[in-house]
């Protein structure tokens, strides 16, 4: 596929490496020179530096020709603007465009990308998004990774095996003897740094980290099963009060549960335009990393503290400065994907990165066959796929045990007819069915083959 991104970014570059890795050809377009130059030293990627809304720029680029145009630059207008031009002048049938400020997102003004008057076909607003993964991370306090398919009915579980966990040392064939009834399925484990799909014969290691399918009524049965406790989160310190700690305090604020959410925000400016938007939150002024102001934020009985401020290592000294005060669960921010492996040694128990969620929504766009859900894990190490069965699919009418999936791909769930079901050998997949399944990130072109129908739908 032929695809122009705009803006050699943090999101535009993550989404040019995932795409060019998979063989697509990518253009990127940006008014910073070195921003370009990076991408075509680092990438399989050819670059064009100016004005991504400028048609001669958008030519170059190879606009003519483009099935796909991203506009992911920091500016909400110009994005909007490359997506016009692209449309009007030079007919791009798919136009994606970044959009962050919350006053072009709002309900009242959805007509706005209707027809002929903006055509933006799909709207990624990174803000949301890292919100969403914030409140799946505050959901699951007992998984570092967190996130739900299937319309709510299941959900992907990131567990970790800690000392004294039941299901250290026992393989995968036998957990599922003893748990026959669990509707929960081992898909992917990371070991000593290396992310793999298990075979059934594979054992569970103190160490490792598991990535669990779960129906979402087994989920608790599943925490269980793993050793560990999660509790109701009803006091929460945010830190960071930007539009990411905006919208999770006021979903918060609109929860059951009668959640009590105190926010602290370094920008005096910042501080009062929260404290205008929330009814219960309670918003104070100054330095998250002050010990004073977190213990009057009410750190000690927090629950949880969730640091989103837009600096990751304040995010990460926050997060570390409220576990020693005592509290249970610490959730950073993190761009960087290079500082992760510095969460489990400095004991912060979940971490949200930006550039993951935004690429897990654009992917949702690109892969071929009807699919309704794409979550990126790692640093786009594997994906977890959602895609509905169609009639031309390799997959239809055939039982799972005669279906030749790859070794870097295992299938998570099935729902058929609105019920989801455990995998096993004997389950026949029909058309309409829908199916989800973890697959590392080199065997993704052939998942996309078995999902693919006769015409491609993007």
Not at 46 to 63: D, N
Not at 91 to 110: C, D, K, T
Not at 126 to 152: H, I, K, N, T, W
Request: proline share 5%; hydrophobic share 45%; aromatic share 4%.
């Amino acid at each position: 596929m032929k695809i122009i991104i705009c803006g050699a970014g943090q999101v535009g570059w993550q989404i040019a490496r995932h795409l060019s890795g998979e063989k697509n050809d990518v253009t990127v377009v940006d008014k910073n020179a070195e921003l370009v130059r990076r991408a075509t030293d680092m990438l399989d990627v050819q670059g064009v530096a100016g004005f991504a809304s400028h048609p001669g720029v958008l030519a170059r680029a190879g606009a003519n020709d483009a099935e796909m145009i991203i506009a992911a630059t920091y500016s909400d207008e110009v994005n909007m603007v490359t997506c016009q031009v692209a449309h009007s002048l030079f007919g791009v049938q798919r136009n994606i465009a970044r959009i962050r400020a919350p006053a072009y997102l709002e309900p009242a003004w959805s007509d706005l990308y209707a027809g002929e008057r903006l055509p933006i076909d799909v709207i990624i607003s990174p803000e949301q998004e890292v919100a969403e993964a914030a409140l799946q991370r505050l959901s699951a306090p007992a998984a570092f990774d967190s996130e739900v398919f299937m319309d709510g009915r299941a959900q992907l579980l990131g567990l970790a095996v800690e000392p004294g966990c039941p299901v250290a040392n026992t393989p995968l064939r036998q957990l599922s003897e003893l748990f026959s009834t669990l509707r929960a399925v081992v898909v992917g484990v990371r070991r000593e740094g290396t992310l793999f799909a298990p075979e059934p014969d594979d054992q569970l290691f103190v160490g490792d980290a598991c990535y669990v399918f779960v129906h979402r009524d087994d989920v608790q049965r599943t925490i269980d099963i793993f050793g560990k406790k999660q509790q109701q989160q009803k006091r929460i310190v945010i830190v960071g009060g930007g539009n990411v700690g905006r919208i999770v305090a006021q979903r918060l604020e609109r929860a059951p549960g009668r959640i009590r959410t105190r926010m602290i925000e370094q920008s005096r400016i910042n501080a009062e335009i929260a404290a205008e938007d929330l009814d219960r939150t309670i918003v104070l002024h100054g330095d998250g990393l002050d010990a004073t102001l977190l213990h009057e934020a009410g750190i000690v009985d927090a629950d949880a503290i969730l640091a989103v401020t837009d600096d990751d290592k304040t995010n990460m000294l926050v997060a570390v400065r409220a576990k020693a005060e005592g509290c249970p669960m610490a959730i950073a921010l993190v761009n960087d994907p290079t500082l992760v492996p510095l969460m489990e040694p400095l004991g912060i128990d979940a971490y949200i990165n930006p550039r993951a969620t935004t690429v897990s929504s654009i992917l949702r766009y690109i892969r071929h066959g009807r699919v309704r859900a794409v979550y990126s894990i790692g640093d786009a190490e594997a994906e977890v796929l959602e895609a509905q069965v169609m009639s031309t699919s390799p997959l239809a009418g055939r039982l799972l045990r005669d279906i030749g999936f790859p070794e870097g791909a295992l299938v998570g769930a099935v729902m058929k007819a609105g019920e989801v079901l455990r995998p096993h050998g004997d389950l026949r997949i029909d058309e309409g069915d829908i199916i989800a399944i973890f697959v590392m990130a080199a065997d993704v072109p052939e998942i996309e083959r078995l999902l693919q129908v006769a015409i491609d739908y993007f």
